[in-house]
């Protein structure tokens, strides 16, 4: 008897392997490890969930019409340019599916977020990964290695896991130079945290070209990662192209009216934002000043390197016994490192404390 199988290259792809959160046999745990906001739901989109489990059994609203309208007046954009997904992750791969394909390939940075990589295999496109320079993506030599049968180029701005910024001059630039045929995506995920001035989350090249879309999530600074909830800025054409793709009722009446009411929530990105402006470099300080190196870079975490695997495995395991877990990401090419979320102020204390433990006894 022959068993069904999938197309062959299905069956490269390690599956996306999520944040742990919690260790066992550890009373208390602290979740650093998939870059959630640091101070949970917002209470206005907390009450809006109570108040919208009565209406669960409707079918959503498939075209999100108040929460478009909602996102637009936020950010003053166009609602009409606006497509709400299930988290961003679900336009991603929408994007993949439609724009990649057999004979079309789609290109990210070495260490880009990973789900462009199952996206596009998943897609049947040949993904192609360009090294990078420092941690950072080499927008150069991405320009070099486009090929004719490159259809899409995927960018997090900033990258996670190295945090990795790219201006909009330089953004703007990379646009110009990449053939128009080509779609640039701009995966600002961390858009919120950044304050550097010669950053834009891609809102505006999306406006002077055809050809770029921006994803943006409510996962992050929202605090509504487990509601699944993302939208995308984008021209015409390619909404035109989500609208035909994608699953009629994605978002959830649930994550609807959580969005709307997040966006309500009086000062709560501006608290967000300052948390991380404030504690960001305060636990990079303390990381380094424990004698560990930290990579430069924006969003609500830090990339730590100890330089090789093992270290950094030992260091992981260490932390974990103390119920401080952290991320490890082999998965991204960086198994030297571990990504830490900037979690409350005793949070990256513990941290802070933890690490400077664990240096000074591995120094003995
Ligand atoms: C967290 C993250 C996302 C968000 O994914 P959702 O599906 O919206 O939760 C997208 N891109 C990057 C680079 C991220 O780190």
Redesign the pocket.
């Known amino acids: 008897m022959t068993s069904p199988t999938p197309r062959p290259e299905i069956l490269t792809i390690s599956p996306y392997v999520g944040g742990e959160a919690s260790v066992p046999g550890v009373n208390r745990s602290y979740k650093l490890s998939s ?1 959630e906001g640091a101070f949970g739901v917002p209470p206005m989109a907390q009450q809006a969930l109570r108040e919208v489990a009565a209406e669960g059994f409707r079918y959503p609203d498939g075209g999100a019409d108040r929460l478009r309208e909602a996102i637009g007046a936020y950010w003053n954009l166009d609602p009409a340019k606006i497509v709400c997904g ?5 336009i ?1 791969y929408h994007l993949c599916l439609a724009y990649g394909g057999p004979g079309r390939d789609i290109m990210m940075s070495a260490h880009g ?1 990973t ?1 462009y990589h199952i996206a596009g295999v998943y897609a049947g496109s040949e993904v192609i990964k360009v090294p990078e320079v420092n941690l950072q993506p080499d927008l150069n030599a991405m320009l070099a290695a486009v090929t004719p049968a490159t259809k899409a180029v995927f960018l ?1 701005n900033p ?2 896991p190295t945090g990795a910024m790219i201006t909009e001059s330089d953004m703007a630039e990379f646009r110009k130079a990449l053939r128009s045929d080509i779609l640039l995506v701009i ?1 600002s ?2 858009a919120e945290y950044v304050t550097r001035d010669d950053y834009n989350a891609g809102e505006r090249l999306v406006d002077a070209t055809g050809n770029t879309i921006m ?1 943006r ?4 600074i929202f605090g509504l ?1 487990g509601i ?3 939208w995308s800025y984008g021209p015409p054409a390619v909404n035109d192209v989500l609208h035909r793709v994608r699953a009629a009722f994605s978002v959830s009446v649930a994550a609807q009216a959580a969005g709307i009411a997040a966006l309500a929530e009086p000062g709560w990105v501006e608290k967000g934002r300052e948390h991380n402006a404030l504690w960001r470099p305060k636990l990079a300080a303390g990381i380094e000043a424990a004698g560990i190196k930290v990579w430069p870079g924006e969003g609500n975490f830090v990339l730590a390197d100890f330089g090789t695997a093992e270290f950094a495995g030992k260091a992981d395991q260490y932390m974990r016994l103390r119920g401080l877990i952290l991320r490890r990401v082999g998965s991204y090419g960086l198994p030297q490192c571990l990504r830490i979320t900037v979690g409350t102020a005793d949070e990256c204390g513990l941290v802070i404390e933890g690490l400077a433990e664990f240096m000074k006894q591995t120094r003995g």
């Open positions: 870059n299930a988290g961003s992750d679900d991603l977020f789900i997090a990258n996670n995966d995920a961390y994803t999530t409510f996962s992050k990662g699944r909830l993302g």
